[in-house]
């Protein structure tokens, strides 16, 4: 069946259909990462979203098990890829890409130009966009909407069984963010995004902020709890949107990128050293002014935009990219190390 | 200036050989360029003539001597350099700095090894050390056991159970190594490999492994990037440079991906790497409980074939950055040269696929199989981008040039009856037959089974079978069906062919359905940041062009394709200057070519690049587009000429001479018209329908014949006959004689010398030229003679004829550019054998001795500004020497033809031509252990011209063997020898003994001509078990009676000291 991805511009391009035939309006995103879709399709922070893979073969080795996925199901609202292959080979894989998408009705087209819809964001920037199959749909602006509250836990959750406590405020997390703590023998106390774990009494020997999707500013509750966290000196560490958060929290301020940076192969330097890393992001905006009392901890080698913040003297520390990886380079994994070490 | 280096020594890789070819010229380059960018002063050492890297505008002083410690410590000696890079030669270039390493050589001259240090590259190269360190980081190597001996093996064998893997430790491209599933395989490959290495390993067989690799550099602040992985097709067993080869990989997980990436970067730090290493990972497609099993299976700490190929395939400038960190630049202090906006600490995201697929030409070598397995045999090697891998290896099966129009056509496959015979054990068109087993409905899980190659890749081959078996059954071609069929890669030729229309009215009928393919840039970062990047390629996965076209401005220059035997690095040096010297008449060049190896195909040698198929269809794709004022095809060899008269037929122009004037050149029956009408000698021939009337003919101007298909399909080759038997094989071979691919039958002049003549005219008129003449007597293939510059051996009146011969050709073909005359001569009269209006191999080589750039002047011959040149008669000799690679073709007969069989080619200078010609045949690995010879003549007139070069080495102290007759001879003439057997007198010791327990350093095998010249029923008999043993046992062989001579005459003059260490400006 042929869908159609109509832009509010007026741009129509026809697919072919290989996922689930429901019409759905989001953003428009894009991602270069040349391996790792089902990481990306369950990363919350595409909330809203309807992907476009930039590497163009896309379903190669299926959908292995729940295990190595980022959350409980997919996440974006659409997918466009260049060539869908519905003959997966690999031993992990248990089902094709194709059977995920239509089991949990998320629209996904087989359009050859992906690199034109690629130049077309790069340029003009993440715009509304629809999938449709025959039925009118209106758009829809998911930044609008508190997308964190939409991917944030509900409840309260304790993992592990460490000695040290780590809250980890769940505006979207990865589930590789939470495999990488336990790895290190803590003791998580997930909490939703708005919980304000401090006054409930909750003690803990240090705050993760996660990754989210949309506007920072959305998740006006997180900020507030931060500033608390801030005021009380307990270490924290943000990842993402967690990093956007901190720089709120602490008097600095965000701003829209030229060019955003969606993929597996970002560069940071560490500032201060010839000590470079390879990172995932994914990411429309960066901190512009830096908070009172912060230095730049990383910078991106190829536009010089800040990728990080460290506060001068006391344990807050943030990152725009993903230590988690998953998909991406492991390259940064000693941050997770960095933190527990702060504890 | 970030360096404290001075004067940097660079070693280059040599002739081209299998296992090392042209990506070397490249990273050299690139790093050449690089050092002169910083202002250091460069030396060069590289025999290798015709690369691009030995130009006058490259490095500084330029040495043409063999890569070896004696000659690169005399240079050492001389030139007193600082700094001394190994990494861009390949192993030759490796070897050679680990023997000056262990040799004290750098520690006495105080020379000091650039980028990775030599203890590191030593550590890599001991397979057994190497395996030893790798678990001590923990990173898993298969069981391996290092031996000395065949017995030692056979217990550790036995130990890891077979199959088992054995390797030659210190060689290049996977040389003498091979799989052993029992005990007597093992015993022969083992034997085989201790004759060419004094350690092999035995390692654990990895069946059907997922081969994986990737490219890592590290700069000198441990910053790691891993620029490219790649996936070969083929399963482990096969060579790399054997497989099919993708990038990026398709089948693995994030976490696969990932993890060998985190691997590669591990190894590479616990090197201590400064610039770029190569990992290669063996991976379990099917691993126990879920897990993750993989073994390293090689590590190249240097840059390699894999670098080049993912330089290429990413458009990351690896050896351009793998300089500047040997200087010390962090990796994020070097721009990106592609983007021009970025740095180069990121690792390239594509949005595309590269398929890279090798050249074999095993049917070039008589007798050798073509079975592909852990030993590199291929030649050379293209590279296909497209959206998809269906469209890439479409694109690049075509790209091979050999004679099909996808991969769906089987019309060269051999009709084998047992499949999957040819299925389960690897060949070079294994490809093929995979094709013809889908086509016969054998299922993917089946051919898995059999071939270990991911069902991945054989469901991409089924889509195709498909979708042809579709378009045979409906043969409906609508815009949307010839929309898909072209966007999986199909070419107008196999639509054609299907429905049974021409290619030009499938062009034309796409082409009003408004299917044209899009224009896509290699940008490094998939789009996500704008690029100036002028490398392309195109896709019918697109709806857009990246490109704004560049108008009449443009030429489009056609480059020569997949390197092959007979088409090389030296097409390479004509392209990219014939490109460059475009911008002097204020014109923007088009490169279009597909070699990942290539100079042509840098980022810097153009204005802009098509990384492309050198096809008719594809190259008026690019014509149209671009709108450009005309194209170029007699820079790249033989294979852009073969499109010529498509071209012309579509009202492309042609810069140069008219297609019309080419095929009256090319069409033997024109040409030969033409000489006949100008009273010009030939030696006589006709084309022939039917076997009587060529026997009738072979009858009437005596035997010698030589016999060739007019019609020359890849690998139908040419061929000497002594007698009617031999003339009969040979026609019956040529299966396709008929009206329409008629055989061509020529006399064939014995004892004759042949002549190369090279020349640029304008409008007709002969602009300049140069004559050189072979060493070995015609019938030899130029291409694998001896050349000599000046000629010597040609005398004035021949000389003479020759230029008068030239310029009536040149006035009658109205020749403007390049042209190419073979003569022969014989009791001073003078034949021409055969003409090309196209460079020819021999334009590198000419340029460099004469000092005039013929490239540069063919491209003013095409702006009618080509002066008129006089070239002085030199005060030295230039030889150029072959570089034969018989070592790696199982059972070929290594002896000279009429068809060509070197690999590259080497050029020396000296006072003498026996000097130049010592120093070349050094630089092709000719290395004198002992003064021991082995001397088999035979014939009577070849004796009697060799008796007295025999003397020579007598009274040089050889210590002599000679088989029965040749030791008779000997004795008559009062030359002691000590008699050997031959191998059907039944004694032992026998010649091949005496040969494989290498009591002799140099065999001497001089068949008589028919013997040589003939080239069937040849197994078996005692010249080949010479010749064969003696190539197997890695001992120099001479088979050309004037080749042997020139040899003893050189080393009668000349110890190895008395070869002078001059350069290229010293001699000019």
């Known amino acids: 069946m042929k869908g159609h991805l109509i832009f509010s511009d007026g741009t129509i391009i026809e697919g072919a259909s290989f996922g689930a035939e429901t019409s759905i309006a989001g953003e428009i995103a894009f991602s270069t990462s040349m391996m790792g879709y089902p990481e990306s399709l369950t990363d919350p922070s595409y909330k809203g979203q309807i992907l476009t893979l930039s590497y163009p073969i896309v379903g190669s080795y299926g959908v292995p098990k729940r295990e190595t996925w980022e959350s409980g199901k997919i996440q974006v609202s659409g997918l466009i890829v260049s060539q869908y292959i519905d003959t997966p080979s690999h031993f992990q894989s248990s089902m094709s890409l194709s059977q995920w998408l239509k089991s949990e009705h998320i629209p996904a087209l087989e359009i050859s130009d992906t690199r034109f819809i690629v130049k077309k964001i790069r340029d003009e920037g993440a715009t509304l966009v629809k999938i449709e199959f025959g039925e009118k749909i209106d758009f829809i602006d998911p930044n609008k909407e508190n997308l964190v509250a939409q991917v944030s836990t509900q409840k309260i959750e304790t993992i592990g069984k460490g000695k040290k406590k780590v809250v980890l405020i769940d505006c979207g997390v990865k589930d590789n963010i939470v495999r990488e703590l336990v790895k290190r023998n803590v003791t998580i106390i997930r909490v939703p995004w708005d919980c304000d774990f401090i006054e409930e009494g909750i003690q803990c020997d240090g705050v993760l902020v996660s990754n989210g999707p949309g506007d920072p500013k959305m998740a006006d509750k997180t900020i507030e709890i931060v500033k608390k966290i801030l005021a009380l000196k307990i270490p924290l560490f943000g990842i993402c949107l967690g990093n956007q958060i901190l720089a709120l929290a602490s008097g600095g301020d965000t701003y829209k990128l030229a060019f955003g940076h969606r993929g597996q192969n970002q560069p940071c330097s560490l500032v201060g050293s010839k000590t470079c890393y390879i990172t995932t992001q994914n990411h429309g905006f960066a901190i512009g002014k830096i908070p009172p009392g912060f230095k730049p901890w990383f910078i991106n080698c190829n536009d010089g935009t800040n990728e990080g913040i460290i506060h001068k003297t006391l344990p807050f520390m943030s990152v725009q990219f993903h230590p988690e990886a998953a998909p991406g380079p492991v390259d940064t994994s000693w941050l997770f190390d960095q933190f527990i070490s702060m504890l | 200036m970030k360096t404290k280096f001075k004067k940097i020594l660079i070693l280059g890789s040599g002739a081209l050989k299998i296992g090392q070819a042209g990506e070397f010229d490249y990273s050299g380059s690139q790093a050449i360029k690089v050092f002169k960018e910083e202002g250091i002063k460069t030396v060069l050492i590289n025999p290798n003539i015709a690369t691009i890297q030995t130009s006058k505008e490259l490095a500084d002083t330029v040495y043409f001597l063999p890569v070896t410690l004696e000659f690169v410590t005399q240079v050492i000696k001389k030139e007193r350099p600082d700094g001394l890079v190994l990494s861009f030669g390949g192993q030759t270039a490796l070897n050679c700095g680990m023997e000056l390493f262990k040799k004290k050589i750098l520690q006495e001259y105080n020379v000091e090894v650039l980028g990775t240090p030599v203890s590191a590259i030593i550590l890599t190269e001991d397979r057994k050390k190497f395996a030893h360190h790798l678990q001590s980081i923990h990173v898993s190597t298969p069981a391996s056991f290092a031996v000395r001996t065949v017995e030692e093996g056979q217990k550790r064998a036995q130990e890891i159970g077979y199959p088992v893997m054995i390797r030659a430790g210190f060689s290049l491209g996977g040389q003498k190594s091979g799989v052993a599933f029992t005990e007597k395989e093992y015993k022969e490959i083992a034997s085989d490999a201790l004759a060419f290495s004094p350690q092999i390993l035995v390692e654990k067989y990895l069946h059907h492994f997922k081969e994986i690799e990737y490219e890592v550099v590290r700069d000198q602040y ?376 290539t100079v042509s195909t840098d980022y810097d040698m153009s204005d802009r690049l098509y990384f492309e198929e050198l096809s008719f269809e594809r190259v008026a794709d690019i014509y149209e587009f671009e709108g450009s004022e005309s194209v170029i095809l007699s820079v790249g060899g033989q294979t852009p000429n073969n499109i010529a008269q498509k071209v012309h037929a579509y009202n492309i122009p042609i810069l140069g001479t008219s297609a019309e004037d080419i095929d009256r050149a090319e069409d033997r029956n024109k040409f030969s018209q033409l000489l006949d009408s100008l009273d010009i000698k030939q030696p006589q021939w006709n084309s022939f329908e039917d076997m009587k009337s060529a026997l009738s003919f072979a009858q009437t101007v005596g035997y010698p014949v030589l016999i060739r298909p007019s019609y020359v399909l890849s690998g139908a080759a040419m061929n000497l006959c002594y007698n009617e038997q031999d003339l009969k094989h040979f026609i019956q071979k040529a299966t396709d004689i008929n009206k329409k691919h008629p055989v061509m039958i020529s006399k064939f002049i014995s004892n004759a010398r042949e002549v190369e003549f090279d020349g640029i005219a304008q409008k007709g008129e002969v602009k300049v030229h140069v004559i050189a003449n072979h060493i070995e007597h015609a019938g030899v293939h130029s291409g694998d003679a001896t050349i000599v510059y000046p000629a010597e051996r040609v005398r004035y009146h021949s000389g003479a004829r020759m230029i008068e011969i030239a310029s009536q050709l040149a006035k009658a073909l109205h020749i403007t550019g390049p042209f190419n005359i073979q003569f022969m001569v014989k009791d001073n009269i003078v034949y021409v054998i055969e003409m090309n209006l196209r460079s020819s191999r021999t334009f590198p080589f000419v340029s460099k001795v004469t000092g005039v750039n013929f490239a540069e002047v063919l491209v003013d011959s095409f702006f009618g500004k080509a002066k008129t040149y006089t070239i002085p008669y030199p005060k030295f000799v230039a030889v150029k020497a072959p570089q034969f690679s018989f070592s790696r073709m199982e059972s070929a007969d290594p002896v000279l033809r009429v068809e060509m069989s070197s690999t590259g080619e080497v050029a020396c200078f000296g006072d003498t031509a026996e000097e130049a010609y010592l120093k070349s045949i050094i630089s092709t690995g000719f290395s004198l252990r002992e003064k021991t010879a082995l001397i088999t003549v035979g014939g009577e007139e070849n004796k009697l011209r060799f008796a007295e070069s025999v003397w020579r080495l007598k009274n040089l102290g050889f210590k002599l063997f000679a088989t029965q007759n040749t030791h008779l001879f000997l004795k008559s003439k009062g030359v002691k020898t000590t008699r050997v057997a031959k191998v059907y007198e039944k004694k032992n010791p026998n010649v091949v003994d005496l040969i494989k327990s290498h009591k002799v350093s140099l065999v001497i095998n001089l068949s008589e001509d028919y013997q040589n010249g003939s080239l069937y029923k040849k197994e078996g008999t005692d010249g080949y078990l010479i010749r064969r043993a003696t190539i197997d046992n890695n001992i120099p062989l001479i088979t050309d009676l004037n080749a042997a001579r020139l040899f003893v005459k050189a080393i009668d003059k000349y110890e190895l000291e008395d070869l002078q260490i001059k350069s290229w400006n010293e001699y000019l």
């Open chain 2, 222 to 597: 441990d910053n790691c990037v891993t620029v490219c992985n790649m996936e070969n097709m083929d399963p482990l067993g096969i060579h790399t440079g054997e497989s099919i080869v993708v990038a990026p990989s398709q089948t693995l997980t994030n976490y696969e991906y990932h993890e060998l990436r985190r691997l590669s970067i591990q190894i590479v730090r616990s090197l201590g790497i400064v610039g770029e290493c190569n990992v290669q990972f063996a991976l379990n497609p099917h691993p126990k409980k879920n897990s993750f099993e993989y073994y390293v299976i090689e590590v190249n700490a240097r840059l390699s074939r894999s670098s080049a190929l993912a330089s290429k395939a990413t458009g990351y400038p690896l050896a351009y950055v793998g300089a500047k960190l040997i200087l010390g630049y962090a990796l994020n202090e070097i721009q990106n040269q592609v983007t021009k906006t970025t740095q180069s600490y990121f690792e390239p995201a594509l949005d595309y696929i590269v398929v890279k697929i090798p050249r074999w030409d095993m049917d070039k070598f008589k007798g050798t199989t073509e079975k592909i397995g852990s030993a590199m045999k291929s030649v050379g090697e293209v590279m296909a981008i497209g959206r998809n891998f269906e469209e890439a290896i479409q694109k690049g099966i075509r790209m091979l040039d050999i004679g099909v129009s996808g991969v769906t056509d089987t019309s060269k496959t051999p009709a084998e009856l047992n499949i999957k015979t040819h299925i389960k054990q690897a060949n070079s068109k294994r490809i093929f037959f995979l094709i013809k087993a889908l086509q016969q409905g054998v299922s993917v899980h089946s051919l898995y089974k059999l071939c270990g190659i991911d069902p991945w890749f054989l469901d991409r081959l089924k889509v195709l079978v498909d979708e042809e078996n579709m378009l045979i059954k409906n043969k409906t071609l609508d815009k949307q069906s010839i929309g898909s069929l072209k966007k999986i890669g199909f070419s107008d030729k196999r639509i054609g062919e299907i429905v049974g229309k021409s290619e030009l009215e499938i062009r034309v009928l796409r082409k009003s359905f408004g299917v044209i393919p899009s224009i896509f840039q290699i940008d490094t970062l998939a789009g996500e940041v704008p690029a100036k990047t002028n490398y392309l390629y195109m896709t019918y996965g697109g709806s857009h062009n990246d490109v704004v076209p560049l108008g009449k401005k443009g030429i489009l220059v056609l480059g020569s394709g997949p390197y092959r035997i007979g088409s090389s690095v030296e097409f390479d040096w004509t392209c990219v200057n014939s490109s460059l010297a475009l911008k002097k008449y204020n014109k923007q060049s088009i490169i279009v070519n597909c070699n990942p190896e």
